[in-house]
Each structure stands twice: as structure tokens, then as C-alpha cells.
């Protein structure tokens, strides 16, 4: 007699067969199905029914209203709300209203972008929660620092912003090597 219990290895199919729940056009399972651009969730009934969906929905997710709190656009009731960029505040009236504003406010460095000299450098948060600096010019300078923004120029090369990097202050420039201690 072997050791090996044979019956876990006799799965019938998929261990998830059922994971996915039914087709809402057609009625018949959903199952992960393959393509040249990876997997998605397909509907069992294909070639008949052609419904499919993302492995991983980025749809938006409403977290609390705000109640209380309306829409400047539309008098709607506002939400906090997650998205694929993190959390924001939105119009609870979306498709038909658009308004969206972040939950915490740009703080300004009250520095000139060095690039376009039109804009502001102003700290922004990415998806991670990391801090960075870009102009508030953007899309149409794409200006952007990974520290904290000191508003003098390079004595060196003349670029008009340094930054604050481990206790120093250097000449962002790549190709200048000021640095001086942060007093």
C-alpha cells in the first residue's frame, strides 16, 4: 500500500471552477481564458457569446459619501472614492459628471519651474505614496524632482533650482557636481 494519498491529485477540472460566477449575457460559467495579451476572465459560451472582462478590474470603488458635501459642478453628493491612482474625492453624479479633486491639497514650493519659467514646482504624491516635485504646468511642461526643490541657482552652472538630497544641497543638473552641506 503507498503513502501517498492518490485522491489529491484527482481534482475534477479547475479548483475555481465556479470562482467566477455566470455570464451576465448568456447565463454559462466564466472561467480565466489565455490571449497573445495575457489572461482575462471569458465566458465558456464562446464562440456564441463573446462577454469577457479584465483579470484585474480597475474600476473606480466609492468608499464613503460625503454627506453633506456637494458637487461644485452639478449639487450632487460627493465620495470618497479608489481609483488605479489611489484615493480622491468624485462626483457620486459620474458618467455625467466629471468633477474630481485630490484629497490632500498640492503644497507650492513657491519655486519657479527651471524648464518652462511659467510654472510652480509643487509637491505631488504618486500611486505609492512616494513625494515628488513637478511644474503645475503640466501636460505641457513635464518638469519633474524626486526632491525637495531649493529656490537658488547653481553656483556652477547657473540652473536655477538645486535640491535637498541627504543632508546636502546639490545641482539637480546631471551633468554639474555642486554640492554643499545643508546648514
Known amino acids: 500500500m503507498s503513502k501517498i494519498d492518490h485522491s489529491l491529485f484527482s481534482a475534477h477540472e479547475h479548483a475555481l471552477e465556479d470562482a467566477f460566477g455566470d455570464c451576465p449575457d448568456c447565463g454559462k460559467p466564466l ?3 489565455n490571449s ?3 489572461p482575462f476572465i471569458g465566458c465558456t459560451g464562446y464562440p456564441d457569446c463573446h462577454f469577457s472582462k479584465p483579470l484585474h478590474d480597475k474600476q473606480t470603488t466609492l468608499l464613503k459619501l460625503l454627506d453633506g458635501v456637494t458637487c461644485p459642478e452639478c449639487d450632487s ?3 470618497i472614492k479608489k481609483g488605479r491612482f489611489g484615493m480622491f474625492i468624485g462626483c457620486t453624479n459620474f458618467p455625467e459628471c ?3 479633486s485630490p484629497i490632500k ?3 507650492d514650493t513657491h519655486v519657479t519651474c527651471p524648464k518652462c519659467k511659467k ?5 505631488r504624491t504618486n500611486k505609492y ?4 516635485f513637478a511644474c503645475d504646468h503640466y501636460p505641457h511642461c513635464r518638469y519633474v524632482l524626486n ?7 547653481c553656483p556652477d552652472c547657473g540652473w536655477a533650482v538645486l535640491i535637498k538630497k541627504k543632508g546636502q544641497i546639490c545641482c539637480p543638473q546631471p551633468g554639474c557636481g555642486f554640492k554643499k552641506d545643508d546648514k
Open 36 to 38: 497573445k495579451s495575457g
Open 31 to 33: 472561467h480565466i481564458k
Open 77 to 79: 453628493t460627493l465620495a
Open 129 to 132: 505614496g512616494k513625494q515628488f
Open 105 to 107: 491639497q498640492q503644497e
Open 98 to 100: 466629471h468633477y474630481i
Open 147 to 153: 526632491f525637495t526643490p531649493v529656490n537658488e541657482a
Open 119 to 123: 510654472g510652480q514646482l509643487a509637491s
